[in-house]
């Protein structure tokens, strides 16, 4: 997911300056017919994303997510453990999964 993650904003990174309009004209782009990197770059992310929650996009996604959300509240009401967001406590390697090239809030 970090690799996919990180060509979506590659891509918009190399675009946006070539383009008059910002994100929203970037984005616009995605209408149009033809090959397009970022609508490649979205796929991919969406696809991990998708296996990150083991969820199928042939399925109703709001169906999925309604029934993970209900999961979580069912364990919540009988007081068991739920994994916050965020890397679990234990994961081998975590640091495979930060990036350097995220948004970061300005300095105060």
Same mark, same amino acid.
């Given at each position: ?7 979506? !904003?590659?891509? !918009? ?14 984005? !616009? ?74 948004? !970061?809030?300005?300095?105060?």
């Amino acid at each position: 997911m970090k690799a996919a993650g990180r060509e979506v !904003r590659r891509i !918009r990174a190399q675009a946006l300056p070539k383009l008059k309009g910002g994100l929203r004209a970037l984005y !616009r782009t995605l209408e149009l017919p033809g090959a397009n990197p970022l609508k490649d770059a979205h796929a991919a992310l969406d696809a991990a994303v998708l296996a990150a929650y083991g969820f199928t996009a042939k399925a109703d996604l709001l169906a999925q997510l309604l029934a993970l959300n209900q999961s979580v509240a069912a364990k919540l009401a009988r007081a068991e453990p739920v994994t916050a967001p965020g890397i679990p406590a234990g994961f081998p390697n975590p640091e495979t999964l930060l990036t350097e090239d995220c948004i !970061r809030p300005a300095a105060k």
